[in-house]
């Protein structure tokens, strides 16, 4: 993936032929990329993605700095946890003045939420949507014979806190949010197509998404597959 400033461009780790257009400016002249993280846990999942990103943008000399909330609310009821998620992210507005003096801000689905607002363009990485799992997902009063009896033993035994109405709750209210981060960024990277037509489904403009598929361990591939 190609991000061109002005005439100079940076290369993500990723599909070679993706073009994004970012702010007027010479990579090599201190650019600074903020990344917004929710934990500090690089070695997995999306935070081992960033990772790459931000290791290949330093080789080509730009400067990314790394950005967390600091407080997060453990104690609050289930169905409060996509309020919980808004006002964690809403808290890194105490950094606002360190993050604001980059000239790009890159976060994961709604990590950036606070920025949003400003001036500085957003670039959103979504690795999956909300939206999506809740159409895949089916609530548990409509699984199949003995499947729903499992998640009411779960319930019982302290496994899981709530079923369907407290459970989904939160997760419609992130997938609002994730809706209204995508709406507002400047660049959306999907990682694969499937994300891409979630985030069309709910009115995100096709022409600033771009699918630049996550890099898998090329390994796997090392021994022909037997069929």
């Not at 689905?109 to 400003?118: D, E, G, N, V």
């Not at 096709?206 to 069929?227: G, L, Q, R, S």
């Amino acid at each position: 993936m190609a991000c061109y400033c002005s005439n100079c461009l940076i290369n993500y780790p990723g599909r070679g032929d993706t073009e994004i257009f970012l702010p007027k400016k010479d990579i090599s002249v201190n650019m600074k990329i903020a990344f917004i993280h929710s934990d500090k846990k690089i070695g997995t999942g999306a935070h081992f993605i960033n990772d790459l990103i931000a290791c290949k943008l330093r080789e080509k000399g730009v400067e990314v700095n790394n950005f967390y909330p600091q407080f997060l609310l453990t104690d609050t009821p289930i169905h409060f946890k996509g309020i919980n998620n808004i006002l964690f992210f809403y808290s890194l507005l105490e950094k606002r003045e360190e993050i604001l003096r980059h000239d790009i801000i890159q976060g994961t689905t709604y990590t950036p939420l606070a920025f949003l607002r400003f001036s500085k363009p957003v670039v959103s990485h979504f690795g999956s949507t909300t939206i999506g799992f809740l159409k895949a997902v089916p609530k548990t009063n409509h699984l199949e014979n003995g499947c729903s009896d499992v998640f009411l033993r779960l319930k019982q035994l302290g496994a899981i806190r709530e079923l369907n109405i407290k459970t989904r709750r939160p997760l419609n209210d992130i997938a609002s949010i994730e809706q209204y981060s995508a709406e507002r960024a400047d660049y959306i990277i999907a990682t694969s197509d499937i994300v891409k037509r979630d985030l069309m489904g709910v009115g995100i403009a096709a022409e600033k998404i771009e699918v630049v598929h996550n890099a898998i361990e090329d390994y796997w591939f090392e021994t022909p597959m037997v069929f």
